[in-house]
């Protein structure tokens, strides 16, 4: 799923965090998302990893912002 589907995805479901969102461009979001799995992983298995469990990418999406941003355990 393209990045921008995410983000409509993501808002239309009303996630919890969700409006994190709101201060990024879809650009800013693109290059910040690297799909489900940590950098780590091979550009190969996320790609699976997406493939396989296609509706966890919403939330993957949100998290990767957060894990972006940083904060505190209790944050994130």
Request: glycine share 6%; aromatic share 10%; charged share 25%.
């Amino acid at each position: 799923m393209k990045t921008l589907e995410l983000v409509r995805k993501a808002y239309e479901l009303d996630l919890e965090g969700v409006h994190i969102l709101d201060k990024y461009s879809i650009t800013q979001v693109e290059s910040i998302y690297n799909g489900i799995g940590p950098d780590r992983f091979p550009a190969i298995i996320r790609k699976a990893l997406n493939k396989l469990h296609p509706t966890l990418q919403v939330v993957a999406l949100i998290h990767d912002i957060e894990y972006h941003e940083g904060g505190t355990y209790e944050q994130f």
